[in-house]
């Protein structure tokens, strides 16, 4: 497996409180990904980085934001968490000088809001 | 809106037989990419083709994208049981200064009966 790391696995947490998710990459790659998995969408990007401090929104990034102030971390947070935020997050891996933008994953983290 | 679409969106088949899953997206690529995942667990990437490939073979993998009807099939020939598992594909849109996003699709369901 890819040296891909999420923290925590698994977390509950109330309603209006903030949580951080934690990617961390021992490949040097260039490329970090934040999804959401959610029953009938697939997988939706939240954010992503393209390198040190540069970040960027994806398709459903409201509520959230990031940092990644070095190669290895991207954390996601939640400002202040709702319901419609209990999800699955997948953070993900990639480095187009490899082989041409193959992404590895983490395990995921399952959020409940409460 | 999600770039790519694949269809259908659940496959029950037997053992042995061959297993089809298409996919559409809607703006110019710079390649597309099939991930695999097992229920529960992250994504893994089965195999990429770049916008200029038409068809790519992987073991028993075969992957065609047909760039002028924004189309992509993957197909699996001689299906196992250890195949069930949800596809996903995913495009790295071509035209916004390099292939840093990575979009997917909302995935095919498929089941493999012994």
């Known amino acids: 497996d890819a040296g891909i790391t999420q923290s925590p696995r698994h977390k509950v947490t109330e309603t209006g409180t903030p949580v951080t998710l934690r990617c961390h990459q021992t490949?040097?790659?260039?490329?970090m990904y934040w999804y959401r998995q959610d029953p009938g969408h697939g997988l939706r990007l939240i954010h992503y980085?393209?390198?040190?401090?540069?970040?960027d929104k994806g398709e459903v990034s409201d509520g959230y934001s990031v940092s990644r102030s070095k190669t290895e971390d991207f954390l996601l947070t939640l400002e202040s968490a709702t319901s419609s935020q209990t999800s699955v997050y997948f953070c993900?891996?990639?480095?187009?000088?490899?082989?041409?933008?193959?992404?590895?994953f983490g395990q995921g983290t399952r959020l409940t809001v409460v | 809106s999600q770039q790519g679409e694949e269809d259908p969106q659940a496959l029950s088949i037997q053992e042995g037989e061959n297993a089809t899953m298409n996919c559409s997206y809607k703006?110019?690529?710079?390649?597309l990419q099939w991930y695999r995942q097992n229920s529960g667990r992250g994504l893994v990437h089965l195999i990429l083709?770049?916008?200029?490939?038409r068809e790519k073979h992987s073991g028993r993998l075969r992957v065609t994208l047909d760039t002028s009807k924004k189309s992509s099939s993957l197909l699996i020939t001689a299906s196992r049981a250890a195949d069930t598992a949800s596809y996903f594909c995913?495009?790295?849109?071509?035209?916004?200064?390099?292939?840093?996003?990575?979009?997917f699709g909302k995935g095919t369901k498929l089941t493999v009966n012994p």
């Open positions: 703006t110019s690529i710079n390649n």
């Open positions: 995913a495009t790295a849109p071509g035209s916004q200064g390099g292939s840093e996003k990575l979009v």
């Open positions: 083709i770049r916008s200029n490939e």
């Open positions: 490949e040097n790659h260039r490329y």
């Open positions: 993900a891996i990639s480095d187009l000088r490899g082989r041409g933008g193959e992404a590895f």
């Open positions: 980085s393209y390198g040190v401090k540069d970040t």
